[in-house]
């Protein structure tokens, strides 16, 4: 059996704070919980769900443009053309955060809650919030 294809969609909700802690939200709608304190908080974005909707995929076998009719994420897609089957998945926005020892930029997926990284110019260790 062989590998699922996925590609990544370019639209994601915007990124929003935690009413309770302040801290990055994880990138869904719906109800979501906080990573860092657990509050529970309902996400409605009508822009997105449109963008969704409405958003251009490129086949990743055949590259012919498909729209993708679907107003959430992940979505399973065929592609009409070659009969592709690929699974259309979230947007993960990616940050440039700065090394607080050599100031080195390093670029890397935004998600929620606490992470611990080590610089590769430096190899100091430092946590990053989101």
């Known amino acids: ?3 699922e294809i996925t ?8 990124p929003l704070s935690c009413p309770k802690c302040d801290h990055l939200l994880p990138s869904k709608l719906g109800v979501v919980a906080c990573l860092i304190c657990e509050a529970k908080v309902n996400i409605e974005h009508e822009g997105t769900l449109r963008a969704w909707k409405e958003e ?5 076998e055949c590259s012919r443009v498909l729209i993708a009719g679907v107003a959430k994420r992940p ?4 592609c009409g053309q070659c009969d592709t ?5 979230e947007h993960v926005p990616r940050v440039e955060i700065q090394c607080p020892h050599c ?9 929620p809650g606490s992470r611990t990284l080590n610089c590769p110019a430096c190899d100091m260790e430092f946590s ?3």
């Not at 590609?7 to 915007?14: K, T």
């Not at 089957?85 to 998945?89: D, I, V």
């Open 56 to 60: 251009k995929v490129s086949c990743p």
């Open 75 to 78: 979505a399973h897609l065929k």
């Open 1 to 3: 059996m062989s590998d």
């Open 7 to 14: 590609v990544e969609s370019r639209v994601g909700p915007p």
């Open 128 to 130: 990053v919030n989101f």
């Open 85 to 89: 089957y690929f699974t259309l998945t």
């Open 103 to 111: 100031e080195r930029g390093l670029r890397m997926k935004q998600r």
